[in-house]
T-cell receptor, first 109, second 113 residues
Framework: KNEVEQSPQNLTAQEGEFITINCSYS?????LHWLQQHPGGGIVSLFM???GKKKHGRLIATINIQEKHSSLHITASHPRDSAVYIC???????????FGKGTRLSVIA | DAGITQSPRHKVTETGTPVTLRCHQTENHRYMYWYRQDPGHGLRLIHY???????DKGEVSDGYSVSRSKTEDFLLTLESATSSQTSVYFC????????????FGAGTRLSVL
């Protein structure tokens, strides 16, 4: 079973700071997902990637397949970015996603 | 919520009683999932379905059963609820497993007393 580790577990940042959240996994994958869970509990998908980098607004996700590592970056952070960010991976083969425990981000104005 | 409805949204029940949670989708997606979310754990897969009457177990399936008699509905049943099944339950849907975006329902908060 793929083990997914996220770091840090908790992160507090000042508004405007550049934020990085890391995700590492133990065995080869075919896809990696980043999701966001807001304080109200709803979960939304941010990115799905299998190589390289994707960007959406102030969010950037990168993945290094050889290093088994992905990062989620938030530029010019804002209090509305406060949420839990979750990494999930699909191992090689037709298997369901395995999720990390999440990183809780608080952005203070 | 991408056409996904979970019901009920909140439920309090007693140990030993049966409980059924419903997930309804309007997207006609093939895959449907039930997860539980607990403090200190990531989302954990209970069961999933890859078509009508086609289901498979996930990581934490003990004590749970599922049924999918129609594409749009995926039911999760706790035959005899226990306090360890107190959790937040999420339903999700996707076009295929793992290599397409998953869309999540709003969640059901279940308390077993």
């Amino acid at each position: 079973k793929n083990e997914v580790e996220q770091s840090p577990q908790n992160l507090t940042a000042q508004e405007g700071e550049f934020i990085t959240i890391n995700c590492s996994y133990s065995v080869g994958i075919s896809a990696l997902h980043w999701l966001q869970q807001h304080p109200g509990g709803g979960i939304v998908s941010l990115f799905m990637l299998s190589s390289g980098k994707k960007k959406h607004g102030r969010l950037i996700a990168t993945i290094n397949i050889q290093e088994k590592h992905s990062s989620l970056h938030i530029t010019a952070s804002h209090p509305r970015d406060s949420a839990v960010y979750i990494c999930a991976v699909r191992s090689l083969g037709n298997t369901p996603l395995v999720f990390g425990k999440g990183t809780r981000l608080s952005v203070i104005a | 919520d991408a056409g996904i409805t979970q019901s009920p949204r909140h439920k309090v029940t007693e140990t030993g009683t049966p409980v059924t949670l419903r997930c309804h989708q309007t997207e006609n997606h093939r895959y449907m999932y039930w997860y539980r979310q607990d403090p200190g754990h990531g989302l954990r897969l209970i069961h999933y379905s890859y078509g009508v009457k086609d289901t498979d177990k996930g990581e934490v399936s003990d004590g749970y059963s599922v049924s999918r008699s129609k594409t749009e509905d995926f039911l999760l049943t706790l035959e005899s609820a226990t306090s360890s099944q107190t959790s937040v339950y999420f339903c999700a849907i996707s076009v295929e497993t793992g290599r397409s975006i998953q869309y999540f329902g709003a969640g059901t908060r279940l308390s077993v007393l």
